[in-house]
C-alpha cells in the first residue's frame, strides 16, 4: 500500500499530471532544437522551453503552496521574452544581410 504523506485532492492530483505533460513537452521541444530544419524552428523552439519552464515553476508553485516561487517566474519569463527578441533581431539582420 502507499503511504500519503497528506490528503489528495484535486488540485495536487491535477498540478502533478500537468507538471509530468509539460516536462515531456520541454523534451520534445528540447528535440526540436537539436534536430529543427532551419535557425527560426531552432528560435521558436526555445522560446517554448522558456515559456514551458515558465510553466514548471508556477505549477511548483501551486502544488507546494510556495507563493515566492512567482517572483521567479516572472523574472524568467522576462529573461526569455529578452532572449527571443534578440534571435528574432539576430534573423532579421541575418536575411538582411543575405539579400544584400
Known sequence: MIALTGPVTLLSVVSSVALI???ASIVLAFVR???GPSLPD???ALDMIGVMSVSV???TAIASD?????DAAIALALISFLGTLAFARFIEQRERDEYE
Open 42 to 44: 531552432r528560435v521558436m
Open 21 to 23: 505533460l509539460v516536462t
Open 66 to 70: 510556495e507563493p515566492v516561487l512567482m
Open 33 to 35: 532544437v537539436l534536430r
Open 57 to 59: 515553476i508556477v505549477l
